[in-house]
């Protein structure tokens, strides 16, 4: 019964809908899951917190990304220089957290899932899957 349970659950965001099927989990993710989006490089559906680690890492153009040493998110390189002088590359107040990779806003401690939670489901004005 727990596992019947789990399988009806978004792991990211904890939506339980009781009619979800595996397939319905799945279009979830794809495509209306306020914690997920996709790359706009390469389509794969990442987690928006995980945003900078795909950039630099996974992604089929990492090459083109650089890590932004103020705010760790990862930006392209031909737009390092305008990313820098924006008000947007500012190191947290409290030197600690994340920023979110769409609106930019700093948020707590980065590992912190309901802060993210929170941000993305209910705060984030640039987050196209909020309801
Ligand atoms: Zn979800
Ligand atoms: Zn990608
Ligand atoms: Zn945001």
């Known amino acids: 019964m727990v596992d019947m349970e789990a399988n009806k659950t978004c792991q990211f965001c904890g939506m339980f809908d ?78 600690l957290g994340s920023q979110c990779p769409l609106c930019f806003t700093h948020l707590g401690s980065s590992d912190d899932e309901e802060i993210w939670r929170a941000h993305l489901i209910d705060g984030c004005p640039r987050n196209p899957r909020r309801e």
Not at 39 to 67: A, F, W
Not at 83 to 90: G, I, L, V
Request: glycine share 4%; net charge negative; charged share 25%.
């Open 18 to 95: 009781a009619s979800f099927t595996e397939e319905q989990l799945d279009l979830h993710y794809w495509q209306a899951c306020p914690m997920l989006t996709s790359c706009n490089e390469c389509g794969q559906v990442i987690e928006i917190c995980s945003m900078p680690e795909h950039l630099l890492d996974e992604c089929t153009v990492s090459e083109r990304y650089v890590k932004c040493k103020k705010t760790g998110l990862a930006i392209s390189k031909s737009k390092l220089d305008s990313w820098q002088n924006s008000r947007h590359c500012q190191r947290p107040l409290s030197g």
